[in-house]
């Protein structure tokens, strides 16, 4: 059974950084298949990163530049460094893992005030 758990959210102001953790089990953070996805209030599910492959890693036109995906797989967590936050990047952040049907976490707030 897959599960994800995600933390490190929290309030910056806007310019700062935060790096969202998503700890796994049941799935190894060193397959391809996981990524990152947000949700503002009252707005869909976007998409932030995808990690189809070791080498191939597609960010969103939004947070290309400023966000960085990561992995430790000793830890078998997922990372995302978040830097030069702006107030758009608010949302409810979740990691997911698996090709096709996704499981995902439980998400983390942050919040980037102005």
């Known amino acids: 059974q897959v599960q994800l758990v995600e933390s490190g959210g929290g309030s910056v102001q806007s310019g700062g950084s935060l790096r969202l953790s998503c700890a796994a089990s049941g799935y190894s953070v060193s397959s391809a298949c996981m990524g990152w996805s947000r949700q503002a209030p009252g707005k869909a599910r976007e998409w932030v990163v995808t990690?189809?492959?070791?080498?191939?890693?597609g960010y969103a036109d939004s947070v290309k530049g400023r966000f960085t995906t990561s992995q430790d797989n000793a830890k078998n967590t997922l990372y995302l460094q978040m830097n030069s936050l702006k107030p758009e990047d608010t949302a409810m952040y979740y990691c997911?893992?698996?090709?096709?049907?996704?499981?995902w976490g439980q998400g983390t707030q942050v919040t980037v005030s102005s």
């Open positions: 990690i189809y492959s070791r080498s191939t890693i």
């Open positions: 997911w893992a698996g090709c096709g049907r996704h499981t």
